[in-house]
């Protein structure tokens, strides 16, 4: 078994908290310690960005998060290096990208992240109709592809998601950027779930806008199988940028808030 369907299986009734970061958020070495505090405050999966000059699906927060990693020195390779330390630390725990096509160089990339342990990919601003060479070069290296469900997907749309993505599906709660700060996380989205379920797609997670507890609750009881937050994790980081020990308390508390509402009673 994968580790997402080995992660999914323990879960049972329960659904999967999964914090977004950029690697190198605020620093290099900063971040394992980010990502350290996450899993130890419950975080099940992990979805990590590539620090991108352009992140267009990104609102201002998790844009500020992948300038201040540019600035830090965070180079794809270095990002790499991080990687294969978050794996060496953390064996067990899924780990996604969520990256932009110019970084992605098809074989040699998925090549590359395979060897330092990344399961998954998502490439955002590649649409499902033309993902089929992306997807055929991650799954020669053994990675999944991952698919955005968008929350207008048309029937089309959706048959492609659910035949091309593996290891989770990212639904997206509404239209737009990433952010916290709109407060769209309790969009219900049973509908698009249970479109997605009825085509056999990958358990599909929801993501953009998911930032309170109350959100995550909400799409557990939509019956998404996980909830992705990045903004309101990557706000943690920013308001403790000079303090690393107020910055690992306050992940941990978050990541311990969020998990506690994943939890089926």
């Known amino acids: 078994m994968s ?16 914090p977004f970061v950029v690697l190198g958020d605020p620093g290099p070495d900063e971040s394992l310690a980010v990502v350290d505090a996450l899993i130890a405050g419950g975080a099940d999966m992990l979805e990590l960005g590539i620090p991108f000059s352009d992140p267009i699906a990104d609102g201002p927060t998790i844009q500020a998060a992948s ?45 590359d992240v395979a060897e330092v342990g990344v399961d998954s990919v998502l490439v955002a601003d590649v649409p499902t109709r033309e993902a089929d060479p992306y ?54 989205r049973s509908d698009l779930l249970d479109a997605l379920k009825a085509r056999g797609a990958a358990p599909p997670v929801l993501g953009f806008g998911i930032s309170t507890p109350d959100h995550v609750q909400a799409a557990r009881e ?39 509402a994943t939890l089926s009673g």
């Open 135 to 188: 997807a055929e070069a991650a799954r020669a290296a053994g990675v999944a592809p991952v698919m955005i469900a968008p929350p207008n997907a048309s029937e089309a749309t959706l048959d492609r998601v659910a035949a091309l993505s593996e290891g989770y599906t990212y639904v997206v709660t509404r239209r737009g950027v990433t952010g916290a700060e709109r407060e769209a996380g309790t969009a219900d």
């Open 222 to 260: 939509a019956g998404a199988a996980g909830a992705i937050s990045g903004s309101a994790v990557v706000r943690h980081i920013e308001a403790h940028l000079d303090d690393p020990k107020a910055r690992a308390a306050a992940l941990k508390g978050l990541a311990q808030a969020m998990k506690a």
């Open 67 to 111: 300038l201040r990693a540019r600035a830090a020195g965070t180079t794809p390779e270095r990002a790499r290096a991080l990687l294969h330390e978050i794996r060496r630390r953390h064996p067990n725990v899924p780990i996604g990208l969520l990256v932009y096509a110019n970084l992605v160089r098809l074989e040699r990339f998925y090549r």
């Open 3 to 18: 580790r997402y369907a080995e992660t999914f299986a323990r879960l049972e009734r329960d659904i999967a908290f999964i």
